[in-house]
């Protein structure tokens, strides 16, 4: 097919990357141990805690043999991470994939329902948790397939005084860590010692082997896990390299800003991408408290920050972020929501670097599209597809429309899933007869390649760069007694871009909108919770009694207006 938007291409950006030497990420890792093994690998944020590439891949091995030794999970078996931005996630994330395992990560603010929902649907038979979150998972494990239980603590990375010190004042004073009982769990440190006492045996993983269950909505709305393999992300890693590599110099030390959760894929493939390239990715697990990282921003000359619009949004509207060193500033990467131009404007002032716009989705590893980094300004548009990616605008029928006019984007390319895990309905919905996954969203390509939302055929929410999908919230809304019917549509909102707000035909005249907020605040992840609730006779309908939220949330956005 043609490619239009390779002419646009930056210089020395490849229209296509080799993939035959693509195998593992276990042997991406180690490839990346070798050439910068003194080089920092990970930071800590919060505590300045660091880690080397070399000490990352003795941690990683030590537990990838415990794993293999002491639980002997077989090859493939899921195992769920569920934890913020700490040391430990890499730790636990390099040493699974080393020992041949399937990662699930896991929202550590997931109710008890959602977390119950994604242990069995995935089948995971293992599980590492922060203690903060034990409790959660006490109230569900009995339902799920979870056997194997790792406990860490927040300041389990530190060095010893330090560590004990930390867990003294999270555990005693401030009594961050709700009681909790998991029958045979094990400690993260006690797993690290007793592997070192064995030796990792290597296993066979190929390049199509799963790699990673990322559950999301996809274009249904049904909670599902994304089989992303190795090939999948290691591809994606190696298209954003070649996609930065004309603007670094040659075997520049990177410091990448990761704010965004590393359970999210779209810090995930950025923090993977920086592995590659031996960088560092300083962790930054509380970003809402804008002055406390505007301190870690001023302790690093970074190179690059991967962020959502309300992140970016929040710095550049605080005194203190115009006084940051921005001279090792190479990129700034905008994804996860629309960058607002008011926000890449500032951006741009204060730091004298676009702020640009890529594109991606979970299904595709994440990345589809991003703007040349470049860029002069913000153009609003999601920018080209990336090397050995191709789009194609489609019409209902699923045929390619001409440059100009809208329709749905779909993409193919080494980057996108090798399905949902154990749906293969929900897999054929997606994908059209020649490879190319419908994403469900509208977009419009110009003559040079650039691309453009214009509007979603999925009626997903979009809450600070999180997907929140109405048939979740609803379904949640409808176990309340007093509700007949509930629709939840996205209204726009300032700050996070998106809000959820809940229409509800009642059963009960006295249901007041504080206590059916309260409901879903018990039973949904906080930016899931709708901000407000408004009360109809009758929700409107197609003919066929489907109910209409795109009317319902046109009817909101013209009231506002």
């Known amino acids: 097919m043609e490619r239009p938007w390779i002419q646009s291409y930056p210089p020395g ?4 990357i080799p993939l035959e030497d693509l195998v593992s990420i276990g042997d991406y890792f180690l490839e990346a141990v070798a050439r910068y093994p003194r080089r920092h690998a990970f930071i800590s944020g919060s505590t300045g805690a660091a880690m080397d590439y070399a000490e990352l891949e003795e941690l990683t091995r030590n537990l990838a043999a415990w794993f293999q030794k002491e639980i002997a999970l077989p090859l493939g078996s899921r195992v769920a991470l569920m934890m913020p931005n700490l040391l430990q996630y890499p730790v636990c994330l390099f040493a699974l994939l080393r020992a041949g395992y399937v990662v699930v990560n896991v929202n550590p603010m997931y109710t008890p329902r959602e977390l119950a929902h994604q242990l069995k649907d995935s089948g995971a038979t293992a599980m590492v948790v922060v203690d903060l979150f034990a409790h959660v998972l006490e109230q569900v494990i009995a339902s799920t397939p979870v056997r194997h239980v790792v406990v860490t603590g927040l300041a389990d990375m530190l060095p010893t005084w330090k ?3 930390a867990h003294f ?7 961050m860590v709700r ?44 909670s599902k896990g994304a089989m992303l393999t190795h090939r999948n992300i290691l591809a994606n890693a190696r298209q954003g390299k070649v996609w930065s590599d004309p603007f670094l110099e040659p075997d520049e030390a990177l410091v990448s800003i990761t704010a965004i959760p590393l359970y999210h894929v779209f810090a995930l493939g950025s923090c993977l991408s920086f592995i590659g390239m031996g960088g560092t990715n300083v962790l930054v697990s509380d970003p809402r408290d804008t002055a406390g990282f ?24 605080h005194p203190d972020f115009a006084r940051l060193d921005f001279s090792r500033l190479r990129f700034a990467i905008g994804g996860g929501a629309a960058i607002q131009q008011a926000v890449a404007q500032r951006w741009q002032q204060l730091t004298g670097k676009p702020l640009v ?9 994440p990345t589809v599209t991003c703007n040349p980094l470049d860029l002069s300004a913000h153009n609003g548009s999601i920018g080209l597809p990336m090397p050995s990616t191709e789009v194609s605008i489609r019409d209902d029928a699923g045929q390619p429309l001409p440059l100009g006019q809208a329709g749905e984007l779909c993409v193919r390319g080494p980057q996108v899933m090798a399905g949902y895990w154990q749906r293969p309905q929900d897999t054929a919905r997606v994908m059209t007869d020649d490879g190319f996954l419908r994403t469900g969203d509208v977009a419009v390509m110009d003559e040079r390649g650039f691309i453009r939302i214009v509007d979603r055929l999925k009626d997903m929410i979009l809450v600070s760069g999180f997907n929140v999908y109405p048939n979740e919230v609803e379904e949640v809304a409808m176990l309340h007694p007093g509700v007949r019917e509930a629709a939840a549509v996205g209204v726009p909102h300032p700050h996070s871009g998106e809000r959820v707000k809940l229409f509800v035909a009642r059963t009960d005249p006295a249901l007041e909108a504080a206590e059916l907020i309260a409901h879903c605040r018990r039973n949904l992840t906080g930016y899931k919770v709708p901000s407000e609730v408004e009360f109809l006779a009758e929700l409107p309908k197609s003919p066929v009694g489907k109910i209409l939220r795109r009317e319902l949330r046109e009817g909101v956005i013209s009231r506002d207006a």
């Open 13 to 16: 950006v490849p229209a296509d």
């Open 163 to 165: 560590r004990h010190l």
């Open 169 to 175: 004042v999270i555990r005693r004073l401030r009594k």
């Open 179 to 222: 009681p909790y009982k998991l029958p045979g769990h094990v400690g993260l440190r006690q797993a690290l010692g007793r592997g070192s006492l064995h030796t990792l045996e290597p296993v066979p993983v190929g390049p199509n082997d799963v790699a990673f269950l990322q559950y999301t909505g996809g274009t249904t709305g049904v």
């Open 294 to 317: 505007i301190k870690v921003l001023a302790r690093y000359r970074f190179t690059g920050m991967p962020a959502v619009n309300t992140l970016f949004n929040d710095l550049t509207l």
């Open 357 to 365: 716009e890529g594109y991606g989705l979970t299904e595709c590893s």
